[in-house]
């Protein structure tokens, strides 16, 4: 079997490994920042000397030009070296930002469905957005802190050319400032990752007071879901605090330690020129060095960053450790759409919703699966296809195993229409030919013809070719759009799951009979609630419970009082007795 994952070498990676993979996809602009920090290091180095020599001429009273030069040159380079960080860490940070986010949202979009569907909204667009943000700026970081310890050794190594004993006063206080970073980050570390967790809950809260927004208005609700969206508020700000607080304290006592350092270093370096051992220049340029040695303590900033950034690159890195969808390499032979499920079991979480089935579907055959609220129609519908997996048992199309074809065969051979289906496109047009090949204009036209879309698409502005922003359609119109786009691609077998949802009997009729008359090369499962649909179908899947109670025509399976039981009313207001006494339409 041929694995289809498009998540590339991120996938299945530990946070410290992708962080890596992360940084590195700043490409170019990562190494102009490590050679900035080169230049940086050595200007930065240079630049107390020179100042030093200069002071020394001045007291000495030497001219000065050249020494005065030489200064004005290394703070232009180190003007320079600012700007080109600013830009590098930009450009940088974003190159990572957007390779991180493709490869995440390319491999949700072949995950497989079922754990895509445990994450909220909300939860996926703070992972996508904020986490995904916040981890691209790993590389500039990295580089920085690199900078600040590069920096910092270049200033002890001064100070130990100006003096030995100024390098060694230095060194001593550095085990203080090592174990007073390693608190930071150890106390950091789990208050990030908490932080950024309560962000997803509220975010996941908001998206779903948003899609529920009528219900809230309806229901008069709106201050009880108020509180409930910002209940974790309160959470996020002890978070919050606790992340500013260690990072007050790591500020205060790094300032206070390297303060600590820089008057011992002083010190020393005042009695050395009393000595006579080193200039006064010597003493100015060892005041310079021993605060681009203090630099250490600067690493702290980096260290926060490389620590939010982990714990964010974390949650990236679970969606990217979702199973994708293996497809294989086979193509489907001819055949006529016969689809077989054999011995097909499938469980969410510890509920069994799909139960030892045993089914076959005739090719041509109109298929209605019915049953209760729960029985698992739905979940039959999805495995029929391959939206989902059966944990399992093996399902078949033409004697060949779903999982064995490649993505074009089984997606140009089985066709799905939903209950709310989502039109993607430019036009509408476009929405109809959605899918893994776009079919010919004349091909789109009759599939809308045959899902009675035709008609009220000729009369929109520009008819088919009419962007969907200006074509407001009904929510029937939507779905018949959507059936269109099923019947334009499906070429062996449609699976529609509870489509006449949204449509009034009258159109409902009209589908059923394009489906019966020019359909009927094709398989076709219907996930029916209404007792007409079942009774224009050839076979009746009956589902109770998870588990497959029945196969037979509709009037075969009428007999069962509990077979009538699951039409107890129909959508359209005509109970299930009326149809059976030949009131409605006839079972």
């Not at 980096?302 to 193509?331: P, Q, W």
Request: net charge neutral; charged share 20%.
């Amino acid at each position: 079997m041929v694995s289809t994952s498009t998540s590339g070498e991120a996938a299945h990676s530990s946070p410290t490994r992708l962080l890596a993979r992360v940084g590195r996809r700043g490409g170019a602009w990562v190494v102009v920042l490590a050679v900035n920090v080169v230049v940086l290091t050595i200007a930065e180095t240079a630049l107390p000397t020179v100042m030093g020599r200069t002071i020394d001429d001045v007291i000495d009273r030497q001219p000065t030009g050249y020494w005065w030069s030489w200064t004005a040159l290394v703070i232009g380079v180190l003007i320079l070296s600012d700007v080109t960080d600013e830009l590098g860490s930009t450009a940088a940070a974003a190159r990572s930002t957007s390779w991180l986010r493709r490869t995440t949202v390319r491999h949700l979009l072949g995950a497989r469905l079922g754990s895509v569907e445990r994450l909220t909204p909300g939860e996926l667009a703070t992972r996508l957005v904020g986490n995904t943000e916040d981890a691209g700026a790993v590389g500039p970081d990295v580089v920085n802190g690199i900078a600040s310890i590069v920096l910092a050794s270049a200033g002890v190594v001064a100070l130990a050319l100006i003096d030995p004993w100024l390098c060694v006063t230095f060194v001593a206080g550095l085990p203080m400032l090592t174990f007073i970073l390693y608190a930071f980050a150890k106390d950091s570390s789990a208050l990030n990752a908490s932080y950024l967790e309560t962000q997803g809950v509220i975010a996941s809260r908001l998206v779903q007071a948003l899609q529920g927004a009528r219900t809230i208005a309806a229901a008069g609700t709106a201050e009880t879901e108020t509180r409930r969206v910002l209940a974790p508020l309160e959470d996020l700000h002890r978070q919050g605090k606790g992340v500013w607080r260690a990072q007050r304290r790591v500020t205060a006592q790094d300032t206070l330690l390297v303060a600590l350092l820089e008057i011992a270093v002083l010190a020393v370096a005042g009695i050395e020129v009393g000595r006579g051992r080193i200039s006064p220049g010597q003493l100015f340029a060892a005041s310079q060095y021993v605060v681009l040695a203090a630099t250490f303590g600067s690493a702290s900033s980096s260290l926060a960053g490389l620590i939010r950034e982990r714990a964010a690159v974390a949650r990236v890195g679970d969606l990217l450790d979702l199973a994708a969808v293996d497809y294989g390499s086979a193509a489907l032979p001819p055949g006529p759409g016969r689809l077989e499920l054999r011995q097909v079991t499938r469980r969410i979480g510890e509920r069994v919703v799909l139960d030892r089935i045993d089914l076959v579907i005739p090719g041509g055959s109109l298929v209605a699966v019915v049953g209760r609220s729960g029985a698992g129609k739905s979940q039959l519908a999805r495995v029929a296809g391959r939206l989902v997996d059966p944990d399992e048992g093996v399902v078949l199309l033409d004697g060949v195993p779903l999982t064995d074809l490649d993505r074009t065969s089984l997606r140009e051979a089985i066709g799905y229409g939903f209950e709310r289906p989502v039109l993607f496109g430019d036009t509408v047009s476009d929405t109809i030919g959605f899918g893994t090949h776009r079919p010919p204009d004349h091909e789109v036209r009759t599939a809308a013809r045959q899902a009675l879309a035709d008609d009220f698409i000729r009369h929109l502005p520009d008819g088919y070719r009419t962007p969907l922003g200006r074509a407001p359609m009904s929510g029937g119109e939507v779905q018949r759009i959507g059936l269109a786009r099923t019947f334009s691609h499906a070429s062996r077998v449609m699976v529609l799951d509870d489509v006449a949802a949204s449509l009034d009997t009258v159109t409902e009729h009209e589908i059923s009979r394009a489906l019966t008359d020019a359909l009927a090369d094709r398989t076709r499962i219907l996930v029916a609630h209404r007792v007409s649909t079942a009774a224009r179908a050839d076979l009746v899947a009956w589902l109770d419970d998870g588990r497959l109670v029945g196969l037979a025509p509709h009037h075969e399976l009428w007999r069962h009082e509990a077979y009538r039981a699951v039409f107890e009313a129909a959508p359209d207001g005509t109970s299930s007795v009326a149809v059976a006494a030949g009131v409605g339409e006839a079972p």
